[in-house]
C-alpha cells in the first residue's frame, strides 16, 4: 500500500472465516433447523479443518488497522466497482427516503464517490458533498459534475448553520467512535422542520466483523475499526442533538445479498445462506430536526 501507515494486527486464514460462517449457521439453526442440517455443518466443520485442504485454506493474509483517510485514500479507484452486500442492502431504503421529498438544498456527508449524491441532483436537488478523503471526492467529481465538493471532517463540518433542507450521512458514523458529536453537526446544518437520513451498518453485522475492510493489491487486507453503536446509543444521541425519529428501518440480507459474499458462497454456500439469509443488514434512521 503506497502511503499509508500499516498496524499489522492479524494474520488471517481463510478457515478462520469459513469456521464463523458455519458457526452462526448451527446457532441460528440450533432450536429451529432439522438434524440432518446440523449433522451437514458439522462435516463441513470437519472438511475446512482436514489437514489435506491446507492449500485451500492454510495461507495467511495479513491484516492492517488503518485509519479512515488512510483507507480510503487507497479503496478509492476501486471503491465502486466493489462487492459490498451492506451498501447493496442500504441503497433502495435511502434512496426511497429522498424519493418522498421535495427538491431543496441538500448536504451528502462523508459523501464518499458520490453515490448518494447522484441520486439527489438527478432528483432535483442542489447538493454539497463532504469527505474526509481528497481521493474519495476526486472520484464523487466524476460521478456529479453537478454538486459541489470539499474536504472536511464530520465533527467540523464547512457548511453554514441551518443552511440545508436535507443531510444524509451514509455508512459512516461506525467508524466514530461516539455519536454525539457528528450527529449534532449533522443537526446544526439542517433548518427547523428539515430532514436528516443516517445510515450505517447493522449493529448485529457491526459485531460480526462487518467493517470496512479491501484487499490491496499486495495482499495485504486492511480494515477500519468499527464502535458498533447499538439503537440506544442512537435515541440519546438523537434527544441530546434536537433530532426526532420519524421512522427506523432495518433491511434484511436476502438472497441477492448473501450471494455478494463470493468466497464463501464459493466454498459453502449452504451455511452462508443459512448464517445470513434475513439477518438485519443496515440500519437505516429518517429524521427530523426539531423546531
Known amino acids: 500500500m503506497s502511503g499509508s501507515q500499516r498496524n499489522v494486527t492479524r494474520r488471517l486464514h481463510l478457515r478462520e472465516s469459513l469456521l464463523g460462517i458455519e458457526g452462526l449457521a448451527l446457532m441460528r439453526q440450533l432450536l429451529e433447523g432439522d438434524d440432518q442440517a446440523a449433522r451437514a455443518r458439522i462435516e ?3 472438511w475446512i479443518l482436514d489437514p489435506a485442504r491446507d492449500a485451500d485454506f492454510g495461507e495467511t493474509t495479513e491484516v492492517a488497522e488503518l485509519g ?17 452486500p451492506v451498501r447493496a442492502i442500504e441503497q433502495p431504503v435511502v434512496w426511497s427516503i429522498f424519493e418522498q421529498l421535495p427538491p431543496g438544498r441538500a448536504l451528502d456527508a462523508a459523501c464518499g464517490t458520490g453515490r448518494h449524491a447522484r441520486r439527489l441532483v438527478d432528483l432535483g436537488h442542489r447538493v454539497v458533498g463532504i469527505d474526509s478523503s481528497p481521493e474519495m471526492l476526486d472520484r464523487a467529481r466524476q460521478l456529479v459534475a453537478e454538486a459541489g465538493f470539499e474536504v472536511g471532517d464530520l465533527c467540523k463540518l464547512p457548511v453554514e448553520t441551518a443552511s440545508m433542507d436535507l443531510a444524509v450521512c451514509a455508512l459512516a458514523l461506525d467508524h466514530a467512535p461516539t455519536l454525539l458529536e457528528p450527529l449534532a453537526e449533522l443537526a446544526r446544518t439542517v433548518r ?21 475492510h479491501v484487499k490491496f493489491a499486495d495482499g495485504v487486507r486492511g480494515f477500519v475499526r ?14 441530546e442533538v434536537g433530532l426526532d425519529v420519524h421512522r427506523c428501518f432495518e433491511p434484511l440480507y436476502g438472497e441477492a445479498e448473501f450471494a455478494l459474499k463470493k468466497t464463501a458462497m464459493h466454498f459453502i454456500p449452504e451455511a452462508t445462506k443459512a448464517a445470513y439469509l434475513g439477518l438485519p443488514g443496515a440500519l437505516v434512521w429518517h429524521l427530523i430536526r426539531r423546531s
Open 44 to 46: 463441513e466443520v470437519r
Open 68 to 84: 479512515v483517510v488512510d483507507l480510503y485514500r487507497e479503496w478509492a479507484a476501486s471503491y465502486d466497482a466493489s462487492s459490498r
Open 192 to 212: 427547523p422542520g428539515g430532514t436528516v437520513v443516517v445510515s450505517d451498518v447493522h449493529p448485529v453485522i457491526s459485531v460480526m466483523s462487518g467493517v470496512a
Open 226 to 239: 468499527n464502535h458498533n453503536h447499538l439503537h440506544g446509543e442512537y435515541l440519546h444521541a438523537f434527544a
